[in-house]
Antibody, heavy 124, light 107 residues
């Protein structure tokens, strides 16, 4: 059974860099039909897609966020990561990693598996 | 960028009622529209994908439909477990956008 688990710091200071990792287990991470994404949710607010990438490293970003965000993948560890530079208090949110089937005979192009989320607070 | 306008933002209903939530896209997205249910403290759960396809394990009282750029999630015969927040999500050209969410409350 597919499992995704976010890891990283729970507290980051303003202007610093946030680094989060998602570890995938229970399924092939290198299946090219799937893209792996990050979604965030500020406390009490809605969902915002940050970006997605393939196991081969092809990346796609939310155009409104792309200047501070970088996604990367480490297939040897079945992990993908989010780097967010110069964080602000407004970046305080629950950060989720999730899987989306983009290609194949009948892709869903939606997030069918999610991690439990990691709360990141930006505060001095 | 494609924007999704979801309505209503809040919906009050009783157990046994039938309710509908609507999402409208700012441009054509074909059928690439999904619906999620989220409960407090939990990750969203996929209910419907490709506008009208029920995810495995989701009760058949959930259904989705589409008409052009307008998409509807209908929940028939509401159960106590259905009171939650619902989000739509579109996919277009490798990018995703979520609607603002609809909180379904018990009347």
């Amino acid at each position: 059974q597919l499992q995704l688990q976010e890891s990283g710091p729970g507290l980051v200071k303003p202007s610093e860099t946030l680094s989060l990792t998602c570890t995938v287990s229970g399924a092939s991470f290198s299946n090219n039909n799937y893209y792996w994404g990050w979604i965030r949710q500020p406390p009490g607010k809605g969902l915002e897609w940050i970006g997605s990438l393939s196991s081969g490293g092809t990346t796609y970003y939310n155009p409104s966020l792309t200047s501070r965000v970088t996604l990367s993948v480490d297939t040897s560890k079945n992990q993908f990561s989010l780097i967010w530079t110069s964080v602000h208090a407004a970046d305080t949110a629950l950060y989720y990693c999730a899987r989306s089937e983009v290609w194949g005979s009948s892709p869903k192009r939606s997030f069918d598996s999610w991690g439990q989320g990691i709360l990141v607070t930006v505060s001095s | 960028d494609i924007q999704m306008t979801q309505s209503p933002s809040t919906l009050s209903a009783s157990v046994g009622d039938s309710v509908s939530i609507t999402c409208r896209a700012t441009q054509t997205i074909g059928s690439w529209l999904a619906w999620y249910q989220q409960k407090p403290g939990k990750a969203p759960k996929l209910l419907i994908y490709k506008a009208s396809n029920l995810e495995t394990g989701v009760p058949s009282r959930f259904s989705g439909s589409a008409s052009g750029t307008e998409f509807t999630l209908t929940i028939s015969s509401l159960q106590p477990d259905d009171f939650a927040t619902y989000y739509c999500q579109q996919y277009h050209s490798y990018t995703y956008t979520f609607g603002q969410g609809t909180k379904l409350e018990i009347k």
